[in-house]
């Protein structure tokens, strides 16, 4: 059975950092293509970054760029997302998402997110 | 990267069908075959329920069905039943590795 668990995060000031964590199982990790996307109370659903299997292809939405890291470790079956100079508008429950194989990153699977709440 | 455009809302009665919009540009819908449908209920993750226009996952009834024309891709949802209540989401590839979402649109089964 394929689950994702993210964890990692919680309540953060303004300007401050965070690194959410997804770790992956039932799967072979190293084969599948990941994403963020994040989900604001009561708002829609936005993409926030993408990974290729070998790391080699990294994208991210304008919104986050430059601030937000997306990475993985096929080696602990887990990826990652840091987040620097958050602002409150970053304040949304974070999902991990698998790529399906089929063309244009169909999301198969996905976790139940964590929530991240940028207050001071 | 702006959002794709979807009615904020629809609704139907059990057994009928209802079709929902995703009108996006020729840089995402109207430029690949790759628009994926989600459904979404209260609390819970999002589950895929169509992908490259038309294709349906394993275990997704075939009263969900997907197609596209020019920048617009549509859900047409036969046989509505209660449980088809919920938010459903379009997304396209927009190149690069990059998505897009819809804006959602509430499907309420009246």
């Known amino acids: 059975e394929v689950q994702l668990v993210e964890s990692g995060g919680g309540l953060v000031q303004p300007g401050r950092s965070l690194r959410l964590s997804c770790a992956a199982s039932?799967?072979?990790?190293?084969?599948?293509?990941m994403h963020w996307v994040r989900q604001a109370p009561g708002k829609g659903l936005e993409w926030v970054a993408s990974?290729?299997?070998?790391?080699?292809?990294?994208a991210y939405a304008d919104s986050v760029k430059g601030r937000f890291t997306i990475s993985r470790d096929n080696a602990k079956n887990s990826l990652y997302l840091q987040m620097n100079s958050l602002r409150p508008e970053d304040t949304a429950l974070y999902y991990c998402?698998?790529?399906?194989?089929?063309?244009?990153?169909?999301?198969?699977?996905w976790g139940q997110g964590t929530l991240v709440t940028v207050s001071s | 990267q702006s959002a794709l455009t979807q009615p904020p809302s629809a609704s139907g009665s059990p057994g009928q069908s209802i079709t929902i919009s995703c009108t996006g540009t020729?840089?995402?819908?109207?430029?690949?075959?790759?628009v994926s449908w989600y459904q979404q209920h209260p609390g819970k993750a999002p589950k895929l329920m169509i992908y490259?226009?038309?294709k349906r996952p394993s275990g997704v009834p075939d009263r969900f069905s997907g197609s596209k024309s020019g920048n617009t891709a549509s859900l047409t949802v036969s046989g509505l039943q209660a449980e088809d209540e919920a938010d459903y989401y379009c997304?396209?590839?927009?190149?690069?590795?990059?998505?897009?979402f819809g804006g959602g649109t509430k499907l309420t089964v009246l």
């Open positions: 020729s840089s995402d819908v109207g430029g690949y075959n790759y």
């Open positions: 490259e226009v038309s």
């Open positions: 997304t396209s590839y927009a190149g690069s590795d990059n998505l897009v």
């Open positions: 990974i290729s299997w070998n790391s080699g292809r990294l």
């Open positions: 039932g799967f072979t990790f190293g084969d599948y293509a």
């Open positions: 998402a698998k790529a399906s194989p089929g063309l244009g990153h169909p999301l198969d699977y």
